[in-house]
């Protein structure tokens, strides 16, 4: 299974992915380039910009993709 391939399954089943929680679950460090081929493919991803607490206690932001269910 391709890293794209293993994105578009999590991504399908209504989970949420950012950059930090991609190697955590699926193995995969360059999430942005993966998400990027996806939209070229024609995948809805939904990009949502989420304040998180870096290690040094300062808030930063990261993307949070996830995939609109219009069913």
Same mark, same amino acid.
């Given at each position: 299974m391709t890293q794209r391939?293993?994105?578009l399954d999590y991504l399908s089943e209504g989970k949420e992915l950012t950059r930090l929680n991609c190697w955590d679950q699926l193995g995969i460090l360059e999430a942005p380039a993966r998400i990027s081929e996806l939209r070229?493919?024609?995948h809805l991803i939904v990009t949502e910009m989420i304040e998180v607490t870096n290690r040094y206690g300062e808030? $930063?932001? $990261?993307?949070k993709w996830s995939m609109r269910n219009d069913n």
């Open positions: 391939e293993r994105i070229s493919q024609g808030p $930063v932001k $990261v993307a």
